[in-house]
């Protein structure tokens, strides 16, 4: 079945850098969009950011723009969120997602990022 | 940007009745409207795709309907396992993606 399995949150200072993970099992990792939906504690969702299957093209959130950078690579079935200069509120869960059925129809279980001082 | 717009925050309902959840959007998006539940600690999960196909797996008791800016979630009877916060979601603006701000189904 479907796995995908976030890693690298944690706590960083305002201005600071982290790297996400997201690796994937279960379906033809490069056949697939591939998204970042954030979630901040309390609130609702969020889209980050996505990246098509080949050849990538590349959408990112206004909010977001110029600090995250998205990436995959396909020979490893791993999509990545670089994210620099950090603030508080960037602080949340970060899920990886796949698209299918015109919707985000896969989710992982999330990650915690906590932007504080 | 459109923005999803979804009514009640909150429904209050007890096992057994039939809960309506209303998502309106700023502009038509047409039919590319999604429904997700999520329960807490969990990630969310999906029901509906384009604004009245059910995802596979989701039982016949929710229906969405709707297009161009109304839209409806229908859970015909309610079951335990149901009581969940409820988003929409609109594609038709791509790649720019929105969601709703959610309506929690609490039990009565």
């Known amino acids: 079945q479907v796995q995908l399995v976030e890693s690298g949150g944690g706590l960083v200072k305002p201005g600071g850098s982290l790297r996400l993970s997201c690796s994937a099992s279960?379906?033809?990792?490069?056949?697939?969009?591939m998204y970042w939906i954030r979630q901040a504690p309390g609130k609702g969702l969020e889209w980050v950011s996505h990246?098509?299957?080949?050849?990538?093209?590349?959408y990112y959130a206004d909010s977001v723009k110029g600090r995250f950078t998205i990436s995959r690579d396909n020979a490893e079935n791993s999509l990545y969120l670089q994210m620099n200069s950090l603030r508080a509120e960037d602080t949340a869960v970060y899920y990886c997602?796949?698209?299918?059925?015109?919707?985000?129809?896969?989710w992982g279980q999330g990650t915690l990022v906590t932007v504080s001082s | 940007e459109i923005v999803l717009t979804q009514s009640p925050a909150t429904l209050s309902l007890s096992p057994g009745e039939r809960a309506t959840l209303s998502c309106r959007a700023s502009?038509?998006?047409?039919?590319?409207l999604v429904w997700y539940q999520q329960k807490p600690g969990q990630a969310p999960r999906l029901l509906i795709y384009?604004?009245?196909n059910r995802a596979p797996g989701i039982p016949a008791r929710f229906s969405g309907s709707g297009s161009g800016t109304d839209f409806t979630l229908t859970i015909s009877s309610l079951e335990p396992e149901d009581f969940a916060v409820y988003y929409c979601?609109?594609?038709?603006?791509?790649?720019?993606?929105?969601f709703g701000g959610g309506t929690k189904v609490e039990i009565k």
């Open positions: 997602a796949t698209d299918c059925l015109n919707s985000i129809c896969y």
């Open positions: 279960g379906f033809i990792f490069s056949d697939y969009y």
């Open positions: 990246i098509s299957n080949s050849a990538p093209t590349i």
């Open positions: 502009q038509s998006v047409s039919s590319f």
């Open positions: 384009d604004a009245s």
């Open positions: 979601q609109q594609r038709s603006n791509w790649p720019e993606l929105t």
